[in-house]
Nanobody, 117 residues
Framework: QVQLVESGGGSVQTGGSLTLSCSAS????????MGWYRQPQGSQGTQREP?????????YYRDSVKGRFTISRDYAQNVVSMQMDNLKSEDTATYYC?????????WGQGTQVTVSS
């Protein structure tokens, strides 16, 4: 079992910043991805969309957040963080921490990010 505990969500105005963090209860191998997905409000039933992920030697960002979001990872502490700058209303969503361990996908409980004008 892997528990992923998220923190850092909240409400900000357009152009503001937030930092999300996620701590894993067990070691996540450095060659496995840890990162963030999101599900916009009102889109229940649709797939969560990948936002950013990181592992040794590789970083992924979805196009709409490139240049605004920065993901980082502490491999020793099994913590992944995401700095979100210049937030837009379309970033409003529930953000889920995600990790892969032993070929299994693990998810956090979700943290809400709300961006208002």
């Amino acid at each position: 079992q892997v528990q992923l505990v998220e923190s850092g969500g909240g409400s900000v105005q357009t152009g503001g910043s937030l930092t999300l963090s996620c701590s894993a209860s067990t070691n996540i191998q450095s060659n496995n991805f840890m990162g963030w997905y999101r599900q916009p409000q009102g889109s229940q039933g649709t797939q969560r969309e990948p936002v950013a992920s990181i592992r040794v030697g590789s970083t992924y960002y979805r196009d709409s957040v490139k240049g605004r979001f920065t993901i980082s990872r502490d491999y020793a502490q099994n913590v992944v963080s995401m700095q979100m700058d210049n937030l837009k209303s379309e970033d409003t969503a529930t953000y889920y921490c995600h990790a892969v361990k032993d070929g299994v996908d693990w998810w956090g409980q979700g943290t809400q990010v709300t961006v208002s004008s």
